[in-house]
């Protein structure tokens, strides 16, 4: 009895120390607040996680180990032809610099319109030296800027055909898409004029419409001006702000230049400054996280488009979301000699549909490994600034 008696008096007195560690005091965090902080971290990493995680167990398995109820997650042996044929269905056997030598020397061979494979080209010739004037506004060293552009269009001629026809139109579209929202949300933001709000009414009703119900009318239009099965007839709706999701990005630069104090653009206003460069000098650099949040996310919603970029390109050029679609017909016409050995793995399975999922979402991975921490941040930011 003494020594629970004394136990429970030490107890006692020391309490103020226990609780402050379990529940933290001042500044500091206790046990309680980490160990929650990891579960939820933990709960939700697991429900992002497990989805990737399962597919990339499923595929490496054959067939035969898919209707094998004791296989569960490891396979009795790994089953690379999954890849291999899903390799070859995304059309990423062949780099973008065969492409472009056959443009060059045997157009013949060409398995997409010489135009299409003209203006692809031009467009990314042309891509450094637009990005380094524009960067000159901002920084000394253009031909430093100049290098790096040109660099990373040299990689992409060694890349898979696939992968740069997917960058090529989701790139293009998301920086027309983002100049372009960019353009109008500071327009409505610092200018007053009339019919303002039902500028606003019309954007929030082609926001809320289904993007089905202007299909037509579009396709008719672009049929119209000759620009239906090119390029142009994705980057005219995204030049107009009409592009993936333009209303919400509209929106964010909106938010962002209204909280622009008016007392720097009366000041530069003094100085002889127009409003256009206002807008380049001052407004746009202010806005550098509504640019990450609209284009990482503008990226990602334009890579995962199909439907509407398959019908308004006439399938002229073939992305990652086309092909996987149509990876199944790929595989019915080269199993008979793809596959060798047990005729069960010749039919086609989730397997290899999961194979060429995570080949599919291999650059939207590394993108978000770049940008997460600018992502995240710039989120937060827009958040702090809406409070």
């Not at 291999?84 to 443009?103: A, E, M, P, Q, R």
């Not at 082609?206 to 239009?221: A, E």
């Not at 996987?324 to 790929?330: I, K, M």
Request: net charge positive.
């Amino acid at each position: 009895m003494n020594k629970i008696k004394q136990f429970m008096e030490n107890f006692k007195h020391n309490w103020p120390r226990y609780k402050s560690r379990l529940v933290g005091s001042g500044g500091r965090k206790g046990i309680i607040y980490y160990i929650l902080v990891y579960f939820l971290s933990i709960t939700f990493a697991f429900i992002f996680i497990y989805p990737i995680f399962y597919m990339f167990m499923i595929s490496l398995m054959s067939n035969t180990d898919l209707v094998d109820s004791t296989v569960m997650w490891i396979p009795t042996k790994i089953f690379w032809t999954n890849y291999k044929f899903s390799i070859t269905g995304l059309d990423l056997d062949t780099i973008y610099l065969s492409t472009v030598l056959d443009l060059l020397f045997d157009k013949e061979s060409l398995t997409s319109p010489v135009s299409v494979e003209r203006n692809k080209l031009l467009v990314f010739i042309l891509l450094p030296w637009f990005i380094s004037y524009f960067a000159g506004m901002y920084t000394k060293n253009r031909g430093r800027v100049m290098g790096i552009s040109s660099l990373v269009i040299i990689v992409l001629l060694f890349l898979p055909v696939s992968y740069v026809n997917s960058l090529y139109v989701a790139g293009t579209q998301t920086l027309i898409t983002v100049l372009s929202c960019a353009f109008i949300g500071y327009g409505l933001a610092r200018f007053k004029f009339r019919g303002k709000a039902v500028v606003f009414v019309i954007m929030l009703l082609i926001y809320i419409l289904p993007t089905s119900l202007l299909f037509l009318p579009r396709l008719q239009l672009y049929g119209t001006l000759g620009i239906k099965g090119t390029m142009f007839a994705l980057w005219l709706p995204a030049v107009f702000g009409q592009g993936l999701q333009a209303t919400f990005f509209i929106l964010i630069f909106f938010q962002f230049f209204r909280m622009i104090p008016g007392q720097i653009e009366e000041s530069a206003y003094l100085d002889g400054a127009n409003s256009l460069q206002i807008f380049f000098t001052i407004a746009l650099p202010m806005a550098v996280p509504a640019f990450i949040i609209a284009a990482t996310y503008g990226f990602a919603v334009n890579w995962n488009e199909m439907q509407m970029t398959n019908l308004y390109l006439n399938g002229n050029i073939k992305t990652i979301p086309m092909l996987l679609q149509s990876l199944q017909q790929t595989w019915d016409q080269i199993a008979s000699y793809e596959v060798a050995g047990d005729s069960v793995d010749v039919t086609f399975s989730e397997a290899k549909s999961f194979a060429g999922t995570l080949l599919s979402i291999i650059p939207l991975m590394i993108m978000y490994g770049i940008v997460q921490r600018q992502f995240v941040e710039s989120i937060d930011k827009s958040g702090i600034a809406g409070e």
